[in-house]
């Protein structure tokens, strides 16, 4: 029995990617590209990666030239021939200026850039020259591992819940919410919520939504005095909590939990539309501004 | 667009993040479901302005099962965040018309690409830029105010609203 931690794959070496970018002539131009770009062609597993790449080029007249690059999609993805064509249909037009194919065959060049995001700073520093990259703390804080005594709290607490599945008797993903700091269960999965014919009767959602509850009621019951002090830095309502599933969260649940903060989740089955192990990994994207941990349960 | 506008000026007036939701029945063009961002007051980070205006639908209906989703469109002044765009993704939605980019959690485009990612789901339709300036407009509106919700709210009495950049307001709100 053990725990393994859902995390990006990185490596340790740098390994190089190669992606078509277009050379963009001007800072308007850029904006406009990435908006367009962003939509058809996500980064998907390539987020620590920038857009835009800019270089200054000292010219012999002492001024300075700025080139901007931004970045379209990997070479193994598209033709280029499909890029040109795409761009002159969707991104032709610059302040009343025209481009030809000619100007989009010129423009998009094959670079390099690093297939997975750097774990420590030191790389970090290095491998953003190729092609510039978002750094987080987060791949470190990944690392942490958990001690013997958290993974027999672990496990037990799931043993749990895998009886509870069984005395609900339902196949349904059943789950709760567990604090670890003070050791205890705060709410689970129940009859009610099984039955629920609402189509997006996901159990995290529904955790969710009966804390909620649970904390309005709180709240009205101690609406005396200072309403603010205690109870308003406990409005991310799931702040420093565990999350305890049977099955892998979906994406819908998965980001459901970045918006109420939660600290952990543990799992034991993936399933098909998850949101943690697939390319997605909704709680490590750099750009959300709240990242949890992710682990599975694997029973040898 | 502008239903969604006007629900999205309700959330604002009642203290909540603007954003406004409504779907709308292909076939007979009538609103079906009508929704606002309502976090702050239901101390739940997910009732977002989607989730709000699907439960508006489902609340009308004596089935959950009778609902077609597949006939409906949805209006929304924001593009959907990751949850919701896997939400109206899982359900089937005919189509998403949104206002402007979410840069902090737009899950059609903007942090990940949930409408279109490979999935069992049927793919996901949007379109952004209708009335963005508008739904930027009303967003601006709500950050200006001090946020009487935050632990230490920052003092924002300097602060001017910008709007010399939207160009394109068709109607002030």
Same mark, same amino acid.
């Given at each position: 029995m053990h725990i393994q931690p859902i995390v990006k794959e990185t490596e340790q070496e740098l390994l190089k990617i190669e992606l078509y970018a277009l050379h963009l002539h001007s800072p308007q131009q850029a904006s406009s590209f990435i908006k367009l770009i962003s939509i058809h062609f996500p980064l998907t597993d390539l987020s620590h990666l920038k857009r835009i790449k800019k270089t200054t080029e000292l010219l012999d007249d002492n001024k300075n030239c700025i080139n901007l690059y931004g970045l379209i999609a990997k070479t193994s993805d598209v033709k280029k021939e499909d890029l040109v064509n795409f761009l002159l249909q969707n991104f032709n037009n610059d302040n009343g200026q025209n481009f030809d194919s000619d100007y989009f065959n010129q423009r998009i060049i094959k670079i390099s850039a690093s297939k997975y995001p750097a774990t420590d700073k030191k790389k970090f520093d290095i491998w953003k020259t190729l092609w510039p990259m978002n750094f987080h703390n987060d791949y470190q804080k990944h690392d942490i591992p958990l001690n013997d005594i958290e993974i027999q709290e672990i496990f037990s607490i799931m043993n749990k819940l895998k009886n509870l599945s069984v005395e609900l008797n339902s196949s349904k993903n059943v789950g709760l919410i567990y604090d670890p700091k003070k050791k205890l269960t705060t709410l689970q999965t129940d009859l009610n919520s099984l039955t629920d014919s609402h189509p997006l009767n996901h159990c995290i959602l529904q955790l969710i939504n009966a804390s909620a509850k649970n904390y309005v009621i709180k709240l009205q019951k101690s609406k005396v005095g200072d309403k603010r002090k205690g109870l308003d830095c406990e409005s991310? +309502? +799931?702040?420093?909590m565990d999350v305890f599933v049977l099955k892998e969260p979906c994406i819908m649940c998965s980001m459901a939990l970045v918006h109420s903060r939660v600290s952990r989740i543990f799992y034991v089955e993936n399933t098909e539309?998850?949101? +943690?192990?697939?390319? +997605?990994k909704v709680h490590l994207v750099p750009s959300l501004n709240h990242h949890y941990r992710a682990f599975k349960l694997i029973y040898d | 667009m502008k239903e969604a506008l006007k629900m999205a000026e309700e959330a604002l007036n009642l203290g909540e993040v603007p954003v406004g939701a409504v779907f709308v029945n292909n076939l007979s063009k009538e609103i079906v479901g009508r929704g606002r961002n309502n976090t702050n007051s239901l101390k739940n980070a997910t009732r977002h302005a989607e989730f709000e205006a699907i439960d508006e639908i489902l609340k009308k209906q004596v089935a959950a099962s009778e609902v077609e989703w597949k006939l409906l469109t949805v209006f929304v002044t924001v593009e959907p965040c990751v949850m919701c765009a896997s939400a109206l993704r899982q359900l089937g939605l005919s189509m998403v018309y949104f206002g402007c980019n979410n840069e902090r959690f737009g899950g059609c485009g903007s942090v990940l690409s949930v409408h279109n990612c490979p999935s069992k789901f049927k793919e996901l339709p949007c379109e952004g830029n209708y009335f963005k300036d508008e739904a930027i407009l009303l967003l601006r509106k709500f950050y200006i105010?001090?946020?009487?919700?935050?632990p230490n709210p920052t003092k924002k009495t300097n602060r001017l609203l910008k709007i010399e950049d939207l160009g394109n307001l068709k109607s002030v709100i």
């Open positions: 991310y +309502l +799931l702040k420093d539309e998850g949101g +943690l192990e697939g390319l +997605l | 105010k001090e946020n009487e919700h935050a």
